[in-house]
């Protein structure tokens, strides 16, 4: 005779396992969905990708302790107000060029890198690009021959992928 607790066969925890692993999997799920609806551009925590026609500037909160982006008036990227879905392919283009060049080895973007080179999420407001007016030829310039035009104190040529 099996004088075994219910609580205590292998059964039992085999059926227990089977359901705990089902379960888990279903709030995965439901919690993978819910993440990339909050975080999808145009949702509630995150702008649409056509923000870059707007003046962004950072300020800080005393509150939370960090800064916090303001988003402002008009302020078109280099001077073209692009659409949406043009802002989107823009936005697309250069995250892939940003992985492509591997700036993240050096660079740090959204936090996330290393610490060799300037952070580039803030990059735009740098003050080094000297006035409004002046930023939008430099930041070109920049972008198409690094080594000639950084504004930066680090070396020339100190971001080998960037050539």
């Known amino acids: 005779m099996n004088n075994t607790p219910?609580?205590?066969?292998?059964?039992?925890?085999?059926?227990?396992?089977?359901?705990v692993t089902a379960l888990?999997?279903?709030?995965?799920?439901?919690?993978?969905?819910?993440?990339?609806?909050?975080?999808?551009?145009?949702?509630?925590?995150?702008?649409?990708?056509?923000?870059?026609?707007?003046q962004i500037?950072?300020?800080?909160?005393?509150?939370?302790?960090?800064?916090?982006?303001v988003i402002g008036g008009e302020q078109p990227l280099f001077g073209k107000a692009l659409d949406e879905a043009t802002a989107e392919q823009q936005v697309s283009l250069g995250k892939k060029t940003v992985q492509g060049k591997n700036c993240i080895n050096c660079h740090t973007i959204l936090g996330n890198g290393a610490y060799y080179a300037p952070d580039l999420t803030k990059s735009w407001l740098d003050p080094a690009?000297?006035?409004?007016?002046?930023r939008e030829?430099?930041?070109?310039?920049?972008l198409l021959d690094p080594e000639k035009n950084h504004v930066a104190t680090a070396a020339p040529g100190a971001?080998?992928?960037?050539?």
Not at 24 to 40: E, G, H, N, P, Q
Not at 129 to 134: A, D, K, L, M, V
Not at 159 to 163: A, H
Request: charged share 20%; hydrophobic share 45%.
């Open 6 to 19: 219910p609580w205590a066969t292998e059964a039992l925890w085999k059926k227990v396992a089977v359901w």
């Open 24 to 54: 888990s999997f279903v709030l995965l799920v439901v919690l993978t969905f819910d993440s990339m609806a909050k975080t999808a551009a145009g949702g509630s925590r995150v702008p649409a990708y056509s923000v870059v026609n707007k």
């Open 57 to 69: 500037d950072y300020r800080y909160d005393q509150a939370a302790q960090r800064y916090k982006p």
């Open 129 to 134: 690009w000297i006035s409004e007016t002046e």
């Open 137 to 142: 030829k430099r930041m070109l310039a920049f």
């Open 159 to 163: 971001c080998p992928t960037s050539t």
